[in-house]
């Protein structure tokens, strides 16, 4: 709990600071805000500030600042000041930039530093350099995108254990695992965003524009492998965050199981979503589970 109303000095400046990266998720992220609700109160703060940092990174290499007229030096500029100054209120501990400061007050209590944000920032870095990805970048963008926000967000659900050495080997797997099959889905519902306007290719011995659908097959077969690993996992985590990673993972096991029913030629065409009503029944389904382990 970073403060009540009646705080005052920097206990106020957090918990003002939180409240705004909480905003940032629910308004970018129904299905993540919704998932977040099934965790324990007390660690919703630590996932919300996460998220906004992660946001905002990401809107300066692919939203609003291109919107805004930025060309590819001005966003790279905004990008390493964001780095800098994170990387400064994690030894400070204050930022004057809310989503930042919000951020630092989670890393420094969950014990995330450099060598998390580093490998991100370099892969947000990498979506302003046009030259055409490698396999090997891939997996270093994956790692750096997605991998080590699942390691962060980790960090928050063990902040009290367990100090087990192979238990946390085999959730930091799943975390990783999970977070590169998030990552993975997402260039396949956002091909034709990342293809025709951005010009970003992520399967670099595929053609976007060609794409069959034996090779949509093969590239989703690889994402249900990281699921499948994730969900062995899921067990393993605390109970205050369980129900909620479960959301998420049969979130993103929903949408790969509609991605493979869609035709590989109509995904240039349109981006695959999970219904509302999916997304709740999905939710209710994690939610009920986790009662019944508090049960037992």
Known sequence: MIGSRLDSGLALYSRAAQLSSARVIHEYSTSFGMATRLMDRRLRPGIENIYGLVRIADEIVDGAAAEAGLRREAQR????????????????????????????????????????????????????DPAAFTNEQVRDYIYGSAEVIGLMCLKVFLSEGPDEADQRRRLEQGARRLGAAFQKINFLRDLRTDWIAL???YFPDIDPARLSEAQ?????????????????????????????????????????????ATP?????????????????????EAQLLGRAERRR
């Open 77 to 128: 500029a905004l990008l390493d000041a964001l780095e800098a100054e994170t990387e400064r209120t994690l030894q400070l501990g204050y930022s004057a930039n809310l989503i930042v400061h919000s951020f630092a007050v989670t890393a420094r209590a969950a014990g995330i530093g450099p060598e998390l944000t580093r490998p991100f920032f370099a892969s947000m870095r990498r979506d302003l």
């Open 199 to 201: 010009h970003r290719n």
């Open 264 to 284: 590989a030629s109509d995904l240039l065409s349109r981006r695959i979503r999970v219904p509302t009503l999916a997304k709740l029944r999905i939710l209710l």
């Open 216 to 260: 949509k097959q093969q590239l989703l077969a690889d994402i249900e492998a990281d699921l499948e690993i994730a969900r062995t996992a899921i067990p393993y985590l605390p109970r205050s965050c369980r129900a909620a990673v479960a959301a998420a993972h049969g979130l993103f096991r929903e949408l790969t199981a509609r991605i493979r």
